[in-house]
């Protein structure tokens, strides 16, 4: 009965213990790059309606080798600046980055009027791997609850 009790504890123990060492050692695989973020149509009747909507966070986080490329899309029926860059309804702007940094921003997207893009260095330790994809994870649950229930 003693022996069925501890087989009962350690068995998950040992799974856990393994899926960890497994998030922690492997490396991080090269997927998409990029990082998406829409202006979604109807952003400037809006703003000019009065209404302050966030339609993009003030802060971007992107993550060199893995999300360094931001990719902003213009689904609105007015152009939108972002830095010296004026991109055009229906179109698309690829910034990538290669340096990490914390890099400001003009942006007519935003209500401030201001966008910042921090980009970190790629995760490199075992213990870096584990807190990324933790942080991965507790964002990918958090985006699925808000679209379940908005």
């Known amino acids: ?17 393994v899926t960890l060492a497994c ?22 009747a809006a703003r000019r309606a009065g209404h302050a909507i966030d339609i993009l966070p003030s802060k971007i986080y992107l993550v ?15 152009p939108q600046m972002f830095g010296p860059t004026l991109i055009m309804p229906g179109q698309s702007f690829r910034l ?4 990490a940094s914390e890099y400001q921003f003009a942006c007519t997207a935003h209500v401030s009027g201001e966008m910042t893009v921090v980009v970190d260095e790629a995760p490199k330790t075992p213990w870096a791997r584990l807190r990324w994809r933790t942080g991965e994870l507790v964002k990918a649950v958090t985006r699925l609850s808000r679209q379940r229930w908005s």
């Open 64 to 78: 060199l080798e893995i999300h360094d490329v931001l990719l902003l899309r213009n689904l609105d029926v007015v």
């Open 23 to 44: 998030a922690a050692l492997i490396p991080i695989g090269k997927g998409a790059r990029e990082e998406l973020f829409e202006i979604p149509k109807g952003t400037w």
């Open 1 to 17: 009965m003693t022996h069925r009790l501890g087989l009962i504890v350690i068995a998950p123990a040992v799974g856990m213990f």
């Open 96 to 99: 990538p980055f290669d340096v």
